[in-house]
Every structure is written in structure tokens, then in C-alpha cells.
């Protein structure tokens, strides 16, 4: 990553610190835009009940010093920060890119208030648009969802790790297929098709779920564009 494309995730990470005052129970997103956000948080995260989307966000946590609850005992989140791999000036976001977006999206829904940091390089016309979409599905669907999207025109790639030839098995036990979908669907088409599918845990279509979005640009500036009231939370 280039030294401007890092200070943009650091200006926009700046920018988000002011959210922490009031917030009591914090949810954490996943990834590295996230490790840049917790380590300029940490003075005002400590003594705050944390809750992790990841056990990669639960590690960097401990390495710097916080302690987290684990999120069976958080029932509401008064503010959740995470970064996306893709957004869309809706607020329509394509998440997941590091695995964890069954838990960043169930936590995003939890939250009174939805922050999101992005450098303006993810900053895109429509989502999706260039990044695969992450669907996480129980190991044994595998084969089932992926001939299924396969003939509904989607492409589609198992995750796979380093070092290992069996598919990345996600830290709640689900594997992963990236998939593109056609290029004539709609976001909505999309959605409701895998939110369809047996044997799909979740995929990484984020359609309102932001309050505020803070981009960083390279030049050290930030955009604030806040999506209050565009919530679909019931
Ligand atoms: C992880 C995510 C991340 O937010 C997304 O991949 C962006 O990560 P990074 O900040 O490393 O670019 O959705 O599941």
C-alpha cells in the first residue's frame, strides 16, 4: 500500500476517534483499517466493554492492551467502526474481504450507530463493482451453492489460504466462495437470490448498515457524508 493511500486510512481513522466519547459498548470491525483505528483508540477504548468481529480484531486487541467480552453477553452495541472493501455513494457497501462479515454485519446491526473509515480508493460509482462478494457457507454446502450461483451466471471461486489446499474455513466454521454476479443484476437481485440460498450463512452485501461514512483522501483531507435516517433497521 502506498504512504498517501496510508494516510488517508489515518486521517479518516483520526477523524472517527471523536465518536468514541459517548459510546459505552463498541463493536470492532475487521481488517487493517480497523488496526489502524485501534491503535490511535486505544486511550479512549480502555475501561469500554469491546466486542470483536474476529479473532484476527480480538488478537490485535490483546496485543495492545485491551480486553474484550466475547459477544454472546453483548446484546446492543452503542457504536460499531469497521472499513469495507467497497462503497457506493448510497452507502452500499461490498464487505468481507478478510472473511469476518457474518459477525461484522450481525454487529453493525446491533449498533445504535454505524461508522465506517475508508480510504477514497474504495470509494466506487455502484457496488459491487470491482471486488468479489464473500459468501460464507456451511463447509457442506459447498459444491451445492457454488452449481447453484454457477447457473444462475455468477462466478465463483473457493477461498483458499496459504500454506493449505482445503478451502479457508472462516472463525465461525464456514467456508468461503468469492463470487462475481452477473453484470446486469441489480444490488437488490443480488441480495435477495443469495439471501435465498440454503446453506449460505451470510455474504458480504452491506445495504443499510452505515450512519457515517469518513473518507480519507490522500492529500490528508476527510469527507464526513452521513446516511442518518437511510437505516433499514427495524
Ligand atoms: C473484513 C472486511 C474489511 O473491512 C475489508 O476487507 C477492508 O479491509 P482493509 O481495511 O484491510 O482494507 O470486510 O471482513
Redesign the pocket.
Given at each position: 500500500m502506498s504512504e498517501s493511500v496510508e494516510n488517508a486510512r489515518r486521517a479518516a481513522a483520526i477523524r472517527a476517534l471523536e465518536y468514541l466519547d459517548t459510546a459505552r459498548v463498541i463493536g470492532l470491525?475487521?481488517?487493517?483499517?480497523?488496526e489502524v483505528f485501534l491503535k490511535l483508540a486505544y486511550d479512549k477504548l480502555v475501561g469500554k466493554t469491546l466486542v470483536a468481529s474476529?479473532i484476527d480484531t480480538a488478537m490485535i486487541a490483546k496485543y495492545i492492551g485491551l480486553t474484550l467480552v466475547d459477544p454472546v453477553v453483548v446484546d446492543r452495541v452503542d457504536l460499531y467502526v469497521?472499513?469495507?472493501?467497497e462503497v457506493d455513494p448510497l452507502g452500499r457497501m461490498v464487505?468481507?474481504?478478510?472473511?469476518?462479515?457474518t459477525m461484522?454485519k450481525l454487529l453493525a446491526f446491533a449498533a445504535d450507530m454505524r461508522v465506517f473509515i475508508v480510504d477514497e480508493l474504495k470509494v466506487v460509482p455502484k457496488v459491487p463493482h470491482k471486488k468479489p462478494v464473500p459468501v460464507e457457507v456451511i463447509p457442506q454446502a459447498i459444491s451445492i451453492v457454488k452449481r447453484k450461483l454457477e447457473k444462475a451466471g455468477f462466478e465463483c471461486h473457493i477461498r483458499v489460504p496459504q500454506g493449505k489446499r482445503s478451502p479457508v474455513i472462516t472463525d465461525l466454521g464456514g467456508a468461503i466462495l468469492d463470487v462475481f454476479p452477473p453484470r446486469d443484476w441489480s444490488i437488490e437481485n443480488i441480495t435477495r437470490f443469495l439471501d435465498s440460498l440454503p446453506g449460505v450463512i451470510e455474504h458480504?452485501i452491506f445495504v443499510g448498515l452505515v450512519d457515517v461514512l469518513i473518507v480519507g483522501k490522500r492529500d490528508g483531507e476527510v469527507e464526513v457524508v452521513t446516511y442518518k435516517g437511510m437505516s433499514e433497521k427495524p
Open positions: 470491525g475487521t481488517g487493517s483499517t480497523v474476529s469497521d472499513s469495507a472493501d464487505k468481507g474481504g478478510g472473511g469476518a462479515m461484522e458480504g
